[in-house]
């Protein structure tokens, strides 16, 4: 079993602490002392009631607890408006299995608004990308819908030339079927239009790498908090070589790390996952995160890309999988789910 020592940190952005589990500040990053506070004061710039609740959280975690989507708005001399940050505190044990103390509280803290220092492209670029990435799903659900009616139609056809239907009837069919197959073509050239506009920013992206950084930052939840739980669960990986991608690695890593939560999740009595990488036979690169979870029936396997679709009940969004298929559309390749219940679940890239 793998055990990262240190969980990296990916975005320059992200605001990073750690406390002492009784409350007191040990680190802060440079992010952290311009949106939240001070190495003396780390909450200076919160109102009193957010600064009781990330307090607050800060103690609750320093007693094991992992606590996660806390909520505070800083008020900084650059914004008229107050910063929302998204703060997830999390417990660290001591080095020693048998030692179940906390040793220290890590936070870290993502900015939910454009900060000012931002270029009007950068913003304008940073909404067109989710904008994309949502019109890619819908254009999927769209061509789904126009497949379907198409189909139908040919049916239609076959029968009206079968009861030799009117003239006038069949040219009807004829210009439905042409309107579909013209609605069909625009959305796959908005499709292809997306596609290209990302990759203008995409770089070189070697998978194995990616998926070693994704199982290290997302430790804490596969490793840390399951065994203060008492569940145990393992990582395991077979991380063959694989042709480098073309690709945006941030969004790429966003996959793999929706794909480790959803496994986590999918095993309340522990278990593990299993990373593979390896090269198809048509040349293409290929990753498969298997977990020995509960496994999902077909119905859910049927709606679990849908936008909003989630089996959580109120802990989830119904987005985490919904945008991992944009993106891995947006990056000209597929992601397939193949699952039994009880018996465990293959997501394939």
């Known amino acids: 079993m793998d055990t990262p020592e240190a969980v990296p940190t990916v975005e320059p952005t992200l605001l990073v602490a750690t406390f002492a589990p009784s409350g007191d500040l040990r680190h802060c990053n440079d992010a952290w002392q311009s949106v939240l506070g001070t190495a003396e004061a780390p909450w200076a710039l919160l109102s009193e009631d957010d600064r009781e609740l990330a307090t607050a959280s800060v103690l609750e975690a320093g007693k094991g607890s992992l606590v996660t989507n806390q909520v505070v708005n800083a008020h900084t001399a650059d914004r008229n408006e107050p910063l929302p940050v998204l703060l997830n505190f999390v417990p660290v044990h001591g080095d020693d299995k048998e030692d179940h103390r906390i040793t220290a509280v890590t936070i870290s803290g993502e900015v939910m608004a454009e900060p000012p220092s931002w270029m ?35 049916l239609l ?6 009861e030799a239907t009117s003239d006038a009837i069949q040219s009807s069919l004829r210009t439905i079927e042409t309107t579909a197959e013209d609605g069909a073509a625009l959305i796959e050239k908005l499709q292809r239009y997306i596609r290209e506009d990302t990759r203008k920013h995409f770089g070189r992206v070697s998978l194995p790498d990616l998926v070693e950084e994704c199982i290290t930052i997302t430790q804490p ?21 694989v042709p480098t991608t073309m690709g945006d690695a941030s969004e790429l890593r966003e996959v793999f790390v929706n794909l480790i939560l959803n496994a986590v999740q999918a095993m309340p009595e522990g278990g593990t996952i299993t990373f593979e990488t390896y090269t198809t036979e048509q040349g293409a690169a290929g990753v498969r995160v298997t977990d020995t979870g509960v496994g999902m029936s077909d119905e859910v396997q049927d709606n679990i890309f849908e936008p909003l679709f989630t089996t959580k009940d109120e802990q989830g969004t119904g987005m985490g999988l919904s945008a991992s298929y944009g993106i891995v559309q947006e990056h000209g390749g597929d992601i397939d789910v193949a699952s039994e219940p009880d018996e465990g679940t293959t997501f394939t890239l």
């Not at 056809?157 to 079968?162: G, I």
């Not at 939840?221 to 203060?228: A, K, L, S």
């Not at 669960?233 to 070589?241: A, H, P, T, Y």
């Open 120 to 154: 009007i492209s950068q913003t304008q670029r940073h909404r067109m990308e989710a904008l994309g990435r949502m019109t890619m799903g819908v254009a999927h659900d769209l061509n789904n819908l126009l497949s379907s009616l198409i189909g139908h139609i040919e």
């Open 221 to 241: 939840y596969w490793y840390n908090e399951p065994r203060r739980q008492g569940i145990e669960i393992e990582v395991e990986k077979r991380l063959g070589s």
């Open 157 to 162: 056809q076959a029968k009206a030339e079968r």
